[in-house]
Antibody, heavy 124, light 107 residues
């Protein structure tokens, strides 16, 4: 059974750096067909993909937030850490860590199939 | 970034009805689409991936179709527990793997 749980501060001040930890079980991040993604959701809005860690050291993230994001992993502890710098009020959201299963003959389907409960981070 | 334009934004239906929710990608994305259901205060739940493949444990009342830029989620024989917000998401090519704006379904 796959489980994931987010931990970290619930309140950060503007311009501070947010550090969140995802602790997971039921799979290994050393496999080349899984990832752990960070997805956030502001109140009343759609989810927003932030970044994903995989077995390689490459961080899969979009260009708009890449300069503020870092994702590191500790495979032995089954943890993935998200760091986001220069936090502002627009970053107030529930932050989820998510198991991504790469399915298909060519691992072309990145399926977000298991989600943590999420942690609400308020910037104020 | 690839944008996902989802419609309608809200929908009201009755028990037993069949509804459709659409998602249009800003460029061709083959079949790299997933659909999620989200209830208030909960994490999204995966329903389908690869546009039409049902996730294990999900009711067969949910189905999907599409390829390229246009995708559809179908929900048949609506039940009260289907009241939720539904999102599409693409995972084609490079991140970010964006979500649609969501469809709030009231039964």
């Amino acid at each position: 059974q796959i489980t994931l749980k987010e931990s970290g501060p619930t309140l950060v001040k503007p311009s501070q750096t947010l550090t969140l930890t995802c602790t997971f079980s039921g799979f290994s991040l050393s496999s080349d067909d899984v990832g752990v993604a960070w997805i956030r959701q502001s109140p009343g809005k759609a989810p927003e993909w932030l970044a994903m860690a995989t077995w390689s050291d490459r961080m899969h993230s979009g260009p708009s937030l890449r300069s503020r994001l870092a994702v590191t992993k500790d495979t032995s502890k089954n943890q993935v850490v998200l760091t986001m710098t220069d936090m502002g009020p627009a970053d107030t959201a529930t932050y989820f860590c998510v198991h991504v299963d790469m399915r298909g003959d060519y691992r072309e389907h990145y399926v977000s199939d298991s989600w943590g409960q999420g942690t609400l981070v308020t910037v104020s | 970034d690839i944008q996902m334009n989802q419609s309608p934004s809200s929908l009201s239906a009755s028990v037993g009805d069949r509804v459709t929710i659409s998602c249009r990608a800003s460029q061709g994305i083959e079949k790299s689409v997933a659909w999620f259901q989200q209830k208030a205060g909960k994490a999204p739940r995966l329903l389908l991936y690869a546009a039409s493949r049902l996730e294990t444990g999900v009711s067969s009342r949910f189905s999907g179709s599409g390829s390229g830029t246009d995708f559809t989620l179908f929900i048949s024989r609506l039940q009260p527990e289907d009241s939720a917000t539904y999102y599409c998401q693409h995972y084609y090519g490079h991140a970010p793997y964006t979500f649609g704006q969501g469809t709030k379904l009231d039964i």
